[in-house]
């Protein structure tokens, strides 16, 4: 059995945390994997697994004193906060802080501290409880807006609403895209943005505050579906926006990096969300640098050292999605997707399909971030699903 010198405790373990587990244990740490389902994929590759309700206080306090980290590293927003209070305070290391798990585990709670205390531009916005409170609260904020659930993943629950005939429909769909125990949205100003992007910040445990090339993004249906670098963005604007990521991650503390978005307009800069962890746009990482998001996230906790980011130039990642739900279901067409020059793919290794389900990301280089967009995309729809008849939900009548 493999003993090192740290142990670090997964709490959430889909892609993002399987990528991140491979990192810890390329530099010698044991790693325990926790999730709602068996089999998610960082449970493929750590060193000991749990499936637990992340909700469950009693449950998050059984698992820690039976593997006793001296990490933990929260990878998704539905986790019982409190519980990791009480673990930093038994010394126990909360990447990035227990503070920044608690106030980013909902929307409301980190947009609260942009725009009351640290002042940041952001678009005008109101939180709503109920259908009939999301009806006030879009006519306050006006029409388009958007409307999102304080607390969910990869844009789950998020919609545009143009008018007021739209914001049932709105309601109905956050609460289907909800997590967590609390029906809560945050409806805010539709920012008419030239373009979106990701920042991502590391804050080193000694050593000043790191960012990586900013990164563009496209998303659908409120989820990220292909991501490149670097995005286009004037100098001032990227001060700007590097200005705001470092103030609001020096007022969340800790060591890590953090996925900090912002609406670029032609003009100005807006804060728009953070996420105290790898974010999903920063995939392209993997293949467009020497240390991904992954390894940065790692040496920013442990507190090694981050001498230089080499990038090896213009990269693009696209997803690869599921069409309908399944759990038997067959891969195909990795071999016409890696004729490409300069792609690569990763495969998850969900255990189930659904519709829109990330299953897997291409990644490409090019000579500009549009030819390695072309590359990625092309990539991505060369892999398709085949399901078994007997097992797949959704089926013809």
Known sequence: MKKSNQKIMLFGSGELGKEFAISAQRLGLEVVAVDRYVGAPAMQVADYFEVIEMLDAKELERIVEKHRPQIIVPEIEAIRTEKLKEFEQRSIQVVPSAKAAHLTMNRDAIRDVAHDVLKLKTAKYAYAESEVELIAASAKVGFPNVVKPVMSSSGKGQSVVKSKSQVSGAWRYAVSGMRGDKARVIVEE?????????????????????????????????????SWMPARITPAQLAKAKAMAKKVTDYLGGAGIFGVEFFVTKRDVYFSEL??????????????????????????????????????????????????????????????ALKGKQVDVR????????????MGVALARGRTANEARKKARLAASKVHFSYDSQSTKEQSS
């Open 275 to 336: 996420s105290p962890r790898p974010h999903d746009m920063g995939m392209v990482t993997l293949a467009s640098q020497n240390l991904s998001e992954f390894d940065l996230h790692l040496r920013a906790i442990l507190g090694l050292p981050i001498p230089q980011i080499d990038y090896f130039g213009p990269t693009a990642s696209a997803v690869i999605l599921a069409d309908r739900e399944s759990d038997d279901f067959t891969i195909r067409g990795i071999d016409k």
């Open 347 to 358: 495969i998850f290794g969900k255990p189930s399909t659904r519709k829109f389900r990330r």
């Open 190 to 226: 539709f920012i008419p943005f030239e373009s979106e992007i990701t920042l991502l910040t590391i804050k080193q445990k000694s050593g000043p505050t790191l960012f990586v090339q900013p990164i563009g993004h496209r998303q659908e249906r409120g989820d990220y579906q292909e």
